[in-house]
């Protein structure tokens, strides 16, 4: 069984500080893929990052970057000096090669307030 | 640029109507989900199409809830009585599955429904 935990449900942060989404999976797959969405009060949801499970290099994308560990079964996504932009619900995804469809956390709702 | 596109956007309909969602997956795609949303259960997966076949509908409703792919262009969703506890926003997504590797999915803009 695949299994995605976002332990925050809310975030609120004032515009330019740090913030750290968490994401902890559980799998039996060896082989596996995590992913990043965010989903914005419009509602549709936007693919941020993709990660396999043999690729464990840290990856920045202008203010993004995630830190995957597998020691820990972690893929955290912090967003750095935030913007009120990136007020969105943000959702964490695990899929594997025994199923392959997405299976999604509760998501984290993030507030950038000015 | 390429995009999942998903019909109706919106719809509202009676208890007991029939209600048929559609997917124009991104032209190439070879995988298909179906989606759906709701404050209490976040998002799940209803059903999962790879070249076209059904490969897990295990959150799928079987009574009242059908999925299919006349085609490589279309997927469909289709609730048959509805009722209220069916209202939620259905989401759309396509990706790729060689088998060794799987994409990202991309997801359409949704259908919100609403069951009165």
């Known amino acids: 069984a695949q299994k995605v935990t976002q332990a925050q449900t809310e975030i609120s942060v004032v515009e330019k500080e740090d913030v750290t989404l968490d994401c902890v999976y559980e799998?039996?797959?060896?082989?596996?893929?995590l992913f990043w969405y965010k989903q914005p009060p419009s509602g549709e949801l936007v693919f941020l990052i993709r990660r396999n499970s043999f690729d464990e290099q840290n990856e920045i994308s202008g203010r993004y970057s995630w830190n995957f560990q597998k020691s820990t079964s972690s893929f955290n996504f912090t967003i750095t000096a935030s913007q009120v932009v990136d007020s969105a619900v943000y959702f964490c995804a695990l899929s594997g090669n025994s199923g392959y469809a997405l299976n999604f956390g509760k998501g984290t709702s993030l507030l950038v307030t000015p | 640029d390429a995009r999942v596109t998903q019909t109706p956007r919106h719809k509202v309909t009676e208890m007991g109507q029939e209600v048929t969602m559609r997917c124009q997956p991104i032209?190439?795609?070879?995988?298909v989900f179906w989606y759906r949303q709701t404050m209490m259960q976040g998002l799940e997966l209803l059903a999962y199409?790879?070249?076209?076949?059904?490969?897990?509908d295990s959150g799928m409703p079987k009574d009242r809830f059908s999925a299919e792919m006349p085609d490589a262009t279309l997927a469909t969703l289709k609730i048959q009585p509805s009722e209220p506890r069916d209202s939620a926003v259905y989401f759309c997504?396509?990706?790729?599955?060689?088998?060794?590797?799987?994409?990202?999915?991309?997801f359409g803009q949704g259908t919100r429904l609403t069951v009165v």
């Open positions: 199409f790879r070249n076209r076949a059904p490969l897990d």
């Open positions: 997504a396509s990706g790729t599955n060689s088998g060794a590797e799987i994409t990202e999915a991309f």
């Open positions: 032209l190439g795609h070879n995988t």
């Open positions: 799998t039996r797959d060896t082989t596996y893929y």
